[in-house]
């Protein structure tokens, strides 16, 4: 057994520092509100930057504010990189994005504690925005980096909280970095997250080998109708938007319904103008949240949402407009680097299951550069954008050292 393949990461360690990064937009009663910009993401960035710099790490912003860190390797080969990111949802919970970077970091102190540098550099970075709760679309920093939208672009994203962009964010924060945001040096990518499902603690197995991502479709809906009295109005003389949206929500459960089970359907925001109890709705504003393992399929159900809504808005006299904010076609890990997670979780006696990321992340962005590759570990309950989102103790260590293991093999290859 070699120096490195005897390594295991300190859990107790790993645990401390998921709970004091839970201290930056931490919530009355639990849970973390750590919004892509805000102050709370400023604080938790320059403390993750402070952990990162205290390992002997050096760190480098780029020009997105994605932020990677180098632990040096005893050759200047290519980088192994791991990371994920520190932005939550408004109702986030301890382990979403916050342990695939506390978990790379716990990697590189297991290395430090050892004496030990593998041949290859290894870096742990987090990304910009990847929920996308608050800028759109979700994974933006990690797409900007493999080049999948221009900097320029991604920089004017409105915030949909209060207008401001994603650039004077950057600026406002002090995360506008130097470094080009597009030109990635990586050899390998490789991302511990929870499944954020229900799958791996209903089949009571610990490390899910994750073989891809599912794709994802984000559209914003708008229908402008006239606002009118709701006591005076004949149902057929009104034009109201809210009714053609709560109708094209309907459409999409029971699209899904018929599609079956690998199409998912979610319509999380709706804003209606004036928002009236007895005014009918001059403005609806929604999301649409559609994703598929089966890229044909998720294209087909875009297209039949639309044109229901189109055809809504047509019955009702309301004009319709849309806004298409992501459109990722379903991605494929890397079968070597996926059979080494496997291999790696059942060498250390883990129970594994192959399956396909349903929630986005950075490695479907990273997949389109370089071999990629997940490792999940169970949700308790399944829950996840929720503030009660949690995994054992236990499991979270255990997915830590299936990290360690698959990040050491890949790092000493030359
Ligand atoms: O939307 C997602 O799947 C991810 O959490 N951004
Ligand atoms: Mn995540
Ligand atoms: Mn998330």
């Keep these: 057994m070699s120096e490195f393949s005897a390594l295991r990461i300190d859990g107790t360690r790993l645990l401390q520092r998921l709970k004091d990064l839970g201290q930056f937009g931490a919530l ?7 919004l892509a910009l805000s102050d709370a993401d400023r604080a938790g960035r320059d403390w993750t930057v ?11 912003v780029d020009a997105i504010g994605n932020v990677v860190a180098t632990y040096a390797g005893t050759q200047d080969w290519l980088p192994v990189m791991t990371g994920s990111h520190i932005d939550t949802v408004r109702t986030g919970g ?3 994005g916050n342990y695939g970077v506390m978990a790379g970091l716990e990697v590189v102190a297991t290395l430090r504690d050892a004496g030990l540098r593998t041949c290859r550099p290894i870096q742990v970075a987090f990304f910009t925005n990847e929920e996308g709760a608050r800028f759109q679309p979700d994974m933006l920093g990690s797409l900007v980096m493999v080049g999948g939208m221009p900097l320029a672009q991604a920089l004017a994203v409105q915030a949909v909280d209060n207008g401001a962009t994603l650039g004077d964010e950057l600026s ?10 597009d030109t990635p040096q990586v050899d390998s990518f490789v991302e511990l997250h929870i499944e954020q499902g229900p799958v791996l603690e209903q089949q009571g197995v610990t490390i899910g080998v994750v073989e891809g991502v599912q794709g994802i479709c984000w559209m914003e809906f708008t229908f402008a109708g006239s606002s009118n009295h709701a006591g005076t109005t004949p149902m057929a003389l009104r034009h ?3 009714i053609c949206a709560m109708r094209v929500a309907a459409f999409i459960a029971d699209l899904a319904q018929r599609y079956g089970d690998s199409q998912l359907g979610t319509v999380g925001a709706v804003q209606l103008k004036p928002n009236l109890i007895n005014v009918i709705a001059a403005q609806a504003v929604m999301s649409v949240d559609l994703r598929n393992t089966d890229g044909d399929k998720l294209q087909q159900a875009q297209a039949e949402v639309l044109a229901f809504a189109r055809q809504v808005a047509a019955e009702n006299g309301v004009n319709f407009s849309h806004r298409q904010l992501a459109d990722f076609a379903p991605v494929a890990f890397d079968a070597a680097l996926v059979s ?4 790696h979780a059942k060498a250390q006696g883990l129970s594994t299951l192959r399956m396909p990321s349903g929630a986005g992340h950075d490695a479907q962005m990273l997949a389109r550069i370089c071999p990629t590759a997940m490792v999940f570990v169970p949700s308790a309950g399944g829950l996840s954008h929720n503030v009660r989102e949690h995994t054992d103790a236990l499991q979270l260590e255990q997915g830590a ?4 293991q698959v990040l050491l093999e890949r790092a000493q290859r030359a």
């Excluded at 009355?28 to 750590?34: A, L």
């Excluded at 080494?340 to 291999?343: A, H, I, R």
């Excluded at 050292?401 to 360690?404: K, S």
Aim: aromatic letters at 4%; hydrophobic letters at 40%; glycine letters at 20%.
């Design 28 to 34: 009355e009663g639990g849970g973390i509100n750590r």
């Design 50 to 60: 402070g952990q990162m710099q205290a390992l002997g790490m050096t760190v480098q």
């Design 94 to 96: 301890l382990y979403d």
């Design 172 to 181: 406002r924060i002090g995360y506008a970095g130097e470094m080009a945001a």
């Design 240 to 242: 109201d938007a809210g």
């Design 340 to 343: 080494s997670v496997e291999q």
């Design 401 to 404: 050292n299936v990290l360690l």
